[in-house]
């Protein structure tokens, strides 16, 4: 399964090792919040509402991160915007630790989300370019599986904080840590160089005189359009699912089946770890069988899992259990994301098509944990997150009919051809 990583050359393994502490880092710091949200409903004695508004508009925001941050790394560069986005994340993870109330952490929850969308698409084109199509849907996958990483790192971090320290101090403490990733843009000035593919594109986009402004809103119009809409329902589908157990899911195990933290913390940890393998084997799947039928698969799977887990009358043993292969087959689905979308557009609109499609599907598909917050008020929490997933997995199911398979697509052909 991993035999292929001894066949990278140095600037693949160098740019896959750069993106994959990126993205983790960007777990760590994101999956933070859903796990301070039990303290907070409690201390500040917000609804679960307002929790989830916390929740959604750091995604919200984040969509226009990303769309920028894609648009503006076809213009100055992958890496130059990579690494002003892992400073802006961390800087702002780490202010909302300071926050005295809602509106306060509602604000930098807000200006995290532009580096949190931003660093996905500067980091997903510059893998998608650096690593040959031979190997693009195992090592874009592979830096995917990071999600889980910095997810169980917050995890084991929850655990053992709000072990040792009073609620009141260890929420904010969480938030603190997250300031931790700004050492990576060291090494990544260092070690990560722009694409070659790029550097033979940008002179020419510069040439042509095309505006920031302008280089933001190609892909909205012909030839791209009609891929555009397709890929953001598509994202939106498996954002939406994703994020309607995620941001609830210590949520859930803490007030409807009354787990302790200790217990909460080790739910978790068994289901980032299956988390991790589905990133792992959807990656190998992504390029064995194509993307679409990866996706087609996790899809189908995530919403009868996630209905049954959250709605059945089962023991916590049996949850325990379960809970490695929910997260298998909910995040195999991310693993395709970044090679499908690489190969659906050519160089220099790659970033701004990327940045668009999955941030407007990341901002849309944010909406479902207020929504799941404001359902769970009349419905319960288990129902409401049934819901909102299943309904959004089969708006990603129909989306994903209306899309080409593009495994094997070569970048460089893609650029030539103009496609």
């Not at 984040?62 to 560069?77: E, F, N, Q, T």
């Not at 604000?107 to 580096?115: N, S, V, Y």
Request: hydrophobic fraction near 55%; charged fraction near 15%.
């Amino acid at each position: 399964m991993f035999g292929w990583l001894r066949e990278l050359n140095e600037k693949e393994r160098k740019t896959m090792i750069g993106c994959l502490g990126g993205w983790s880092l960007d777990a760590l710091d994101v999956q933070i919040f859903s796990f301070v949200i039990p303290t907070l409903l409690t201390l500040w004695g917000i609804s679960r509402a307002d929790a989830g508004m916390l929740g959604t508009v750091t995604l919200l925001v984040s969509a226009l991160g990303g769309w920028l941050a894609g648009a503006l790394s076809d213009r100055y560069g992958r890496v130059r915007v990579l690494q002003i986005t892992i400073l802006w994340y961390a800087f702002f993870t780490f202010l909302c630790g300071f926050a005295q109330d809602f509106n306060h952490l509602f604000i930098f929850r807000a200006l995290q989300g532009l580096g949190f969308g931003a660093e996905w698409s500067a980091g997903a084109v510059l893998m998608g370019e650096v690593i040959r199509d031979r190997f693009r849907g195992r090592a874009v996958g592979f830096v995917q599986s990071g999600w889980a990483i910095g997810w169980g790192a917050a995890a084991l971090l929850y655990t053992v904080i709000f072990a040792l320290l009073p609620e009141e101090t260890a929420w904010r403490t969480m938030f603190w840590i997250g300031l931790a990733p700004a050492a990576l843009v060291f090494w990544v000035r260092k070690h990560v160089d722009e694409p070659d593919v790029f550097k033979a594109q940008q002179a020419h986009l510069i040439e042509s005189g095309r505006s920031p402004l302008s280089q933001l809103l190609v892909v909205l119009k012909p030839p791209y359009l009609s891929t555009t809409w397709k890929v953001a329902l598509m994202v939106t589908g498996a954002q939406g699912g994703s994020y309607a157990l995620s941001v609830w899911l210590p949520t859930f195990l803490r007030t409807e089946r009354h787990l302790s933290v200790l217990n909460t913390g080790s739910y978790l940890l068994v289901h980032i770890l299956g988390a991790w393998f589905g990133f792992i084997v959807g990656a190998v799947l992504a390029d064995a069988i194509g993307r679409k039928a990866t996706f087609l698969i996790s899809a189908i799977g995530s919403a009868i899992s996630v209905v049954l887990y959250v709605t059945m009358p089962i023991s916590d043993t049996v949850m325990l259990l379960l809970a490695a292969p929910l997260g298998f087959i909910l995040y195999m689905m991310f693993s395709a994301m970044g090679p499908f979308l690489t190969e659906l557009y050519p160089t220099e609109v790659r970033g701004s098509g990327q940045g668009f499609c999955y941030n407007v599907g990341r901002a849309f598909g944010a909406l479902f944990p207020a929504l799941v917050g404001f359902l769970s008020q009349r419905l319960g929490l288990g129902p409401a997150i049934a819901v909102f997933a299943a309904g959004a997995y089969g708006l990603m199911i129909i989306a994903l009919l209306m899309l080409p398979e593009t495994r094997g697509r070569d970048v460089r052909t893609i650029a030539m051809a103009g496609e």
